[in-house]
C-alpha cells in the first residue's frame, strides 16, 4: 500500500491532453515538493518533474506539474505514442523521515 | 556529468545479505545525497534510504532494521547492505543521486533474485 495514491492507468489518443493525479497527506505532498518520473519500458527511471513544476533540461514542455493542498498533478499534453509509460509522483514525507512514492500509473496511447 | 553503476551479485540465498555497491563518476559522493530505489518485477519504485554528508543516513522505516548504507570516499562508493534477505526482497536495484531538484541521474539498476 503506497503512501501516495495515483490512479492504476491513463489512456488516450495522439494529441490528446491526460492528467495523472497523486494524493497524499499533510505530512508529504501538503509541505513538501513533489516530483515525477517517468519510466519506459525496461529502463531506469526519469526525472520528469522537480519542486512541483519544474522541467529538467530537456524535458518538453508538454509536460507540466501542478500542486494543491494535498495532492498533485502531471499533465501531458499533445500526447505521442512515446509517451507510453509508466508515471510515478514522489515526496518527502516528514513522519516517515522518507521519501514516499505513489503507486505508479501506466499511461496509454 | 554524473554516471552511477550498480555492481553486486545477482543471485542471493535466503537469510543471507544483499551487498551492492554504486560507483560514481562525474561527481563526488562526499557531496549531494545518494539514495538506493528498489523495484520488484511488475511492481512500484520503493526507496530504501539515503546516505549524505560522508555518513549520515535516513532509512524506509520498513527496512531500517535491516538495512545499512555507507560510503566509501576513496573509491567515490556507497553501497548498500539488507541483511535476513526473503523472496520478497527479489528486485531492480537502482542507485541514484536525490538533491531538492529530485532523483537525477539514475543507475542502470541490478536485477537480485533471492533463491536457493
Known amino acids: 500500500q503506497s503512501v501516495l495514491t495515483q490512479p492504476p492507468s491513463a489512456s488516450g489518443t495522439p494529441g490528446q491532453r491526460v492528467t495523472i493525479s497523486c494524493s497524499g497527506s499533510?505530512?508529504?505532498?501538503?509541505?513538501?515538493?513533489v516530483y515525477w518520473y517517468q519510466q519506459l519500458p525496461e529502463t531506469a527511471p526519469k526525472l520528469l518533474i522537480y519542486?512541483?513544476?519544474q522541467r529538467p533540461s530537456g524535458v518538453p514542455d508538454r509536460f507540466s506539474g501542478s500542486k494543491s493542498g494535498t495532492s498533485a498533478s502531471l499533465a501531458i499534453s499533445g500526447l505521442r505514442s512515446e509517451d507510453e509509460a509508466d508515471y510515478y509522483c514522489?515526496?518527502?514525507?516528514?513522519?516517515?523521515?522518507?521519501?514516499?512514492f505513489g503507486s505508479g500509473t501506466k499511461v496509454t496511447v | 556529468q554524473v554516471h552511477l553503476q550498480e555492481s553486486g551479485p545477482g543471485l542471493v540465498k535466503p537469510s543471507e545479505t544483499l551487498s551492492l555497491t554504486c560507483s560514481v563518476s562525474?561527481?563526488?559522493?562526499?557531496?549531494?545525497?545518494w539514495s538506493w530505489v528498489r523495484q520488484p518485477a511488475d511492481k512500484g519504485l520503493e526507496w530504501i534510504g539515503r546516505?549524505?554528508?560522508?555518513?549520515?543516513?535516513n532509512y524506509n522505516p520498513s527496512l531500517k532494521s535491516r538495512v545499512t548504507l555507507s560510503v566509501d570516499t576513496s573509491k567515490n562508493q556507497f553501497s548498500l547492505k539488507l541483511n535476513s534477505v526473503t523472496a520478497s526482497d527479489t528486485a531492480v536495484y537502482y542507485c541514484?543521486?536525490?538533491?531538492?531538484?529530485?532523483?537525477?541521474?539514475w543507475g542502470q539498476g541490478i536485477l537480485v533474485t533471492v533463491s536457493s
Open positions: 541514484t543521486r536525490g538533491r531538492f531538484e529530485g532523483f537525477d541521474p
Open positions: 562525474g561527481g563526488s559522493v562526499t557531496t549531494d545525497y
Open positions: 546516505v549524505y554528508n560522508g555518513g549520515n543516513t
Open positions: 499533510s505530512s508529504n505532498i501538503a509541505n513538501n515538493y
Open positions: 519542486r512541483n513544476d
Open positions: 514522489a515526496a518527502w514525507d516528514v513522519s516517515l523521515d522518507g521519501y514516499v
